[in-house]
T-cell receptor
Framework: DAMVIQNPRYQVTQFGKPVTLSCSQT?????MYWYQQKSSQAPKLLFH???????NEADTPDNFQSRRPNTSFCFLDIRSPGLGDAAMYLC????????????FGNGTRLTVT | AQTVTQSQPEMSVQEAETVTLSCTYD???????LFWYKQPPSRQMILVIR??????QNATENRFSVNFQKAAKSFSLKISDSQLGDAAMYFC??????????????FGKGTKLSVKP
């Protein structure tokens, strides 16, 4: 089945130690997204790629970076994680026509110690 | 700026009965999409139903239907014959009709639905 896969499911990192979360998709979608979801809150968009074009949300901290080496893979890099970065990180994809629904991965739960 | 409001943080329904989740939104756009997403505990978020703003007919998907009131900017979700598997967090969401790139999907804060056996 076509899907969005996030690895790892759970990630523990130390305060200030860089961490990378990965996402892959078999849907061949042009658009990929990274959302941050803190406990009992709505997902918050960090950035998205339309093909190779990177779109950063204005309030996304510089601490968060992303790479998309090809259509199938997208990475979220947190350069110096703080305790406030502990959250569920959701990767999603969509087609590029207006109103295309998002297809989400299972998420990676990040713990910062 | 567009906003999405879900005024019910939690709802409860008896199995086999009907429940309606409320959502209101604010936008100055005339062409947009509205969605309901379901996020079960520890599982991935999935699309429940989608409504195109320029279509007057309310979207339906099996036991799920919406009541879309464009003038009132209201978009409620009705779940009929509720099942235990319907228990989840439900998010109402809005996106402008960009075409080319969907851009930012704006979520409400969610409604946690419990289903009682």
């Amino acid at each position: 089945d076509a899907m969005v896969i996030q690895n790892p499911r759970y990630q523990v990192t130390q305060f200030g130690k860089p961490v990378t979360l990965s996402c892959s998709q078999t849907l061949n979608h042009n658009v990929m997204y990274w959302y941050q979801q803190k406990s009992s809150q709505a997902p918050k968009l960090l950035f998205h790629y339309y093909d190779k074009d990177f779109n950063n949300e204005a309030d996304t901290p510089d601490n968060f970076q992303s790479r998309r080496p090809n259509t199938s893979f997208c990475f979220l890099d947190i350069r110096s994680p703080g305790l406030g970065d502990a959250a569920m990180y959701l990767c999603a994809t969509s087609g590029d026509s207006g109103g295309s629904p998002l297809h989400f991965g299972n998420g990676t739960r990040l713990t910062v110690t | 700026a567009q906003t999405v409001t879900q005024s019910q943080p939690e709802m409860s329904v008896q199995e086999a009965e009907t429940v309606t989740l409320s959502c209101t939104y604010d936008t100055s756009e005339s062409d947009y999409y509205l969605f309901w997403y379901k996020q079960p505990p520890s599982r991935q978020m999935i699309l429940v139903i989608r409504q195109e703003a320029y279509k007057q007919q309310n979207a339906t998907e099996n036991r799920f239907s919406v009541n879309f009131q464009k003038a009132a900017k209201s978009f409620s979700l009705k779940i009929s014959d509720s099942q235990l598997g319907d228990a989840a967090m439900y998010f109402c969401a809005y996106s402008m009709n960009y075409g080319g790139s969907q851009g930012n999907l704006i979520f409400g804060k969610g409604t946690k639905l419990s289903v009682k056996p």
